[in-house]
């Protein structure tokens, strides 16, 4: 059953992916140079700019914040798709077969969306944007220490579950911040 959520969802997850595929033909697969714990960084940068221009309330470069919210998407896409990748020693690979990643991971995150959602009873929708970016930054926080401490954990899920949450938040920001509504 097709929820409003899970429609919303999609619609974010599609505009994202377009952006990725654009990106992909103009860049290449130029990323698969990046070790995780640099994406990691990269991600990072993009919530840290979220919350200074939250706190400030204002900004001086004129990249509006859903764009960075799509670039932890994707930039979180990218780390699963690199880790699913990495015995694949290429750095170039064509966007038809990056795609069936791509979509695995959004599929599979959307799933954990859907059981949380279930259990939470969308709770999401009544924290404030500044909240779950205040979340994406712990979670960049979980998997920094992770990847410092080799990938060990005791009793945490990984750094892919920790990636997958933090899709799933930056997409209720876009979400609550109507990106899922616009055509630019």
């Known amino acids: 059953m097709e929820t409003k959520t899970s429609n919303e969802y999609s619609q974010v997850i599609s505009r994202c992916k377009e952006l990725f595929r654009k990106k992909t033909v103009d860049y290449g697969t130029a990323w698969r140079i990046l070790r995780i714990s640099s994406i990691t960084d990269q ?11 939250q706190e400030k309330g204002s900004q001086k470069v004129n990249d509006p914040i859903v764009d960075e919210f799509v670039g932890i998407i994707n930039y979180c896409l990218i780390a699963l798709i690199q880790i699913s990748l ?53 979670k960049l926080y979980r998997v920094k220490q992770i990847e410092d401490n080799e990938g060990q954990t005791l009793v945490s899920e990984g750094i892919e579950a920790n990636y997958q949450d933090m899709i799933n938040y930056a997409v209720f920001c876009l979400i609550k911040l109507g990106y899922h509504e616009s055509n630019n």
């Open 86 to 138: 990495k015995e694949d020693e290429r750095m170039e690979i064509p966007y038809e077969q990056l795609e069936p990643h791509y979509d695995h991971w959004a599929t599979a995150t959307k799933g954990l969306l859907e059981n949380k959602n279930h259990d939470y009873g969308e709770a999401w929708r009544d924290m404030r944007v500044s909240s779950m970016t205040d979340i994406i930054l712990m």
């Open 43 to 53: 991600i990072f940068i993009k919530a840290q700019r979220i919350r200074s221009i």
